[in-house]
Nanobody, 121 residues
């Protein structure tokens, strides 16, 4: 019914940039907060950034000043612009959204399938 699909991952050199996109589709009435998480090899999944429907943002300390989260509510899409990438940014990146579907009485958290980001020389 509701799906989130990430795109834009790939291999980049240290210091490079990459933009991730996550598009939600299906029976969507509205989306509250959306966010990006990542899981590096051998580590737990961690929050990268979140953004509310009104545009308020929150970032992990490790990415502040380098990453920017944004959204296009008309397209039900959230973006993550990643600059000055470091090898420690290497991870699978997942997006999520707190979605009100049509006819639903409450919201449901949906997750994308993930996209691989590798930062290496």
């Amino acid at each position: 019914q509701v799906q989130l699909v990430e795109s834009g991952g790939g291999l980049v050199q240290p210091g490079g940039s990459l933009r991730l996109s996550c598009a939600a589709s299906g029976s969507i009435f509205s989306i509250n907060a959306m966010g990006w998480y990542r899981q590096a090899p051998g580590k737990e999944r961690e929050l990268v950034a979140t953004i509310t429907s009104g545009g308020n943002t929150n970032y992990a300390d490790s990415v502040k000043g380098r990453f920017t989260i944004s959204r296009d509510n008309a397209k039900n899409t959230v973006y993550l612009q990643m600059n000055s990438l470091k090898p420690e940014d290497t991870a699978v990146y997942y997006c999520n959204g707190d979605v009100y579907s049509n006819y639903a009485l409450s919201s449901t958290l949906y997750w994308g399938q993930g996209t691989q980001v590798t930062v290496s020389s």
